[in-house]
């Protein structure tokens, strides 16, 4: 067996199944050796495409992602993914190859400090030494990257090293990192006594959760929004932790304009996990200051809080049942849903609209669906629009807001789960991955891309409008979404209004093949729209 094979083995016995990437010469070795350790290997188009795959993996099953990258230009074009997963705090880990440690002095054509470039957005770099134990260097690396706050790290593996024969005994490193302890916070009693009067003299809370982990459980959550009458608002990081017909979820918090209509009649604001990597960089603009549970020391939060305690939020909201005072009814968070949508629906026109198509499409997608927006104007319809079955299933690049994401998250999402998805993106990200699309074949689940074609980079057209500057940059082509989809073996549709969408929906799941669905709307009628949402 060789350095690599041990590699591969250990991922495949850490429980890792996929990679993704884009071969080099300098990963040959180890790419074989996924092949024969069981380790699927996808190969993307481009690298950041590949790192968004391995991220997306891991957002969905928990496990590390892992991307190979080549060594230079593979790891400088992987960057942008790399970022992503970095601020979502997605643990990847990254292996590159590297010149024979001989020649590296002398090396000048690819010859750049690549862990000098990753090292902003890593928590750990390595490189992989002749003599050095590889299985206890990847469990090193995957406990570095899975714990704490989460994030990738990069393994130099040169060529010359992993193909070598390998003599190490197993020294019980896998086996070490499934003993992982875990600890439970004891919060101040003192601070939690001070929210329990709080809260069961509030006459209107409300409670937002967000933060990156799963730290409330959908029963605690289901059953303080119940007994306590609280209606409650998801960040996007936390969409479908509270099921999408439990009569107090409220929504989606994004920090912006519309969910002013519920907190600026609330009393006690509660927030589990205010960390602000899934909303608007704005502070806080409703008028009562939160109360702030924090799972954690070190959450990236951006406000002030009335107090911050911290605590395991599933044992502090278990303990908080008595809502006495709540005047919230269900039909108060009826009436808000209701509200947030004719706000958003308002707009329309004779042609189609951007949010017609995210809600019509939405409307069609069955209920398990797995929704994944890219950055852009239909970003925020999305949030507020679609109906997540479970947490998970709402993918987006929430901190870095990278366009072209969608493309390569809906790929990796169903190659990872069979489980549908609806993939939304702006013509502009569309443009940026125009041939992946063809990475969703051979998934395990459908997958139906929504384009909005409005011909612009509408998001930044509307703001240069706004501040009365001219239109620089922000026009698109015309794009044939079928010719575009067929040309490279998917199927691919043009719509021009709500029915012909609708149309094209009708069976759309059914299908084995990817398809991209071309929604041609008018960019006009999505002025008022970014009026309603940011003010
Ligand atoms: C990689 C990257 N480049 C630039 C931006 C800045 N940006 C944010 S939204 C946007 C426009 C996106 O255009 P499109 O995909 O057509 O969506 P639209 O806003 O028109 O719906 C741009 C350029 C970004 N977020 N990511």
């Known amino acids: 067996l060789t350095v690599a094979d041990r590699i591969a083995a250990t991922l495949a016995e850490l429980g890792i199944r996929r990679a993704y990437g884009l071969p080099g010469e ?3 070795t180890l790419l074989d050796a996924f092949a024969g350790a069981g380790v699927e290997y996808r190969a993307a188009y481009n690298e950041s495409s590949a790192v968004i795959m391995a991220a997306t993996d891991a957002a969905i099953t928990g496990q590390p992602g892992v991307v190979v990258l080549s060594l230079a230009p593979g790891v400088s074009n992987g960057m942008n993914g790399l970022v992503h997963a970095h601020l979502e705090g997605l ?3 990254v292996f590159s190859g590297a010149h024979p440690s001989a020649r590296r002095p002398f090396v000048i054509r690819q010859g750049f400090d690549t862990e000098e470039l990753v090292r902003p957005t890593t928590k750990w770099t390595a490189r992989l030494a002749e003599g050095a134990d590889p299985a206890a260097l990847v469990c090193k690396a995957v406990d570095i990257a899975m714990t704490g706050r989460r994030g990738p790290v990069y393994l130099e593996v040169p060529d010359d ?6 003599s190490f005994p197993d020294n019980g490193s896998v086996e070490l990192l499934r003993r992982t302890p875990t600890a439970t916070l004891t919060p101040d009693p003192a601070a939690v006594t001070r929210l329990a009067t709080r809260l069961s003299s509030a006459t209107r809370p409300v409670l937002v959760v967000g933060g990156r982990a799963a730290d409330v459980s959908r029963d605690v959550l289901a059953r303080f929004a119940a007994t306590v009458r609280c209606p409650v608002l998801l960040t996007s990081g936390q969409q479908g932790a509270l099921a999408p ?16 209509t519920l907190l600026e009649r609330s009393d006690l604001i509660l927030m589990v996990n205010p960390e602000g990597f899934d909303h608007y960089n704005r502070a806080w603009g409703y008028k009562t200051t939160p109360i702030a549970i924090t799972s954690a020391p070190d959450t990236e939060w951006l406000y002030t809080f009335d107090e ?8 502090l909201l278990t303990g908080l049942t008595s809502g006495g005072a709540s005047e919230w009814t269900e039909q108060d968070v009826t009436d808000y849903r209701a509200g947030i949508r004719a706000a958003l629906l308002q707009h329309t026109g004779d042609q189609l609209s951007a949010v017609e198509a995210v809600d019509t499409a939405l409307a069609a997608a069955p209920a398990e669906v797995r929704v994944v927006a890219d950055a852009g104007f239909s970003k925020p319809l999305v949030a507020l629009l679609a109906k997540i079955s479970e947490r998970g299933r709402y993918l987006a690049s929430n901190a870095l807001s990278t366009m072209g994401f969608s493309v390569p998250a809906a790929s990796a999402a169903a190659h990872a789960q069979a489980v549908p998805v609806l993939a939304f993106l702006g013509d502009g990200s ?4 125009a041939a992946e699309v063809a990475l ?3 998934a395990q689940a459908p997958v139906v891309f929504l384009a909005v074609m409005d011909r612009s980079l509408s998001q930044i057209q509307i703001k240069q409008e706004r501040k009365k500057l001219r239109d620089v940059g922000v026009q698109l082509p015309e794009v044939d979404c079928q010719k575009l989809a067929e040309s490279v073996g998917i199927r691919g549709v043009d719509v021009h209004s709500v029915a012909e969408l609708r149309a094209a929906l009708d069976g759309a799941w059914e ?12 960019g006009a009628l999505s002025r008022p729209l970014f009026e309603v949402l940011r003010g």
């Not at 107090?248 to 304009?257: E, I, M, S, V």
């Not at 569309?430 to 991955?433: E, G």
Request: aromatic share 4%; hydrophobic share 45%.
């Open 26 to 28: 300098d990963h040959m």
């Open 91 to 93: 643990p990847v880990l």
């Open 161 to 166: 090293v992993v193909s070598a024969e390998e």
């Open 245 to 260: 017909d439990h009569p107090y979820l409220a929504g989606t918090f994004l920090n912006g304009n519309l969910e002013a």
């Open 308 to 315: 911050r305690i911290l605590a395991d939020p599933e044992t």
């Open 430 to 433: 569309l443009l940026m991955r």
């Open 440 to 442: 969703a074949r051979d």
């Open 511 to 522: 299908q084995d093949s990817p398809l991209l669905i071309g929604a041609h709307v008018d």
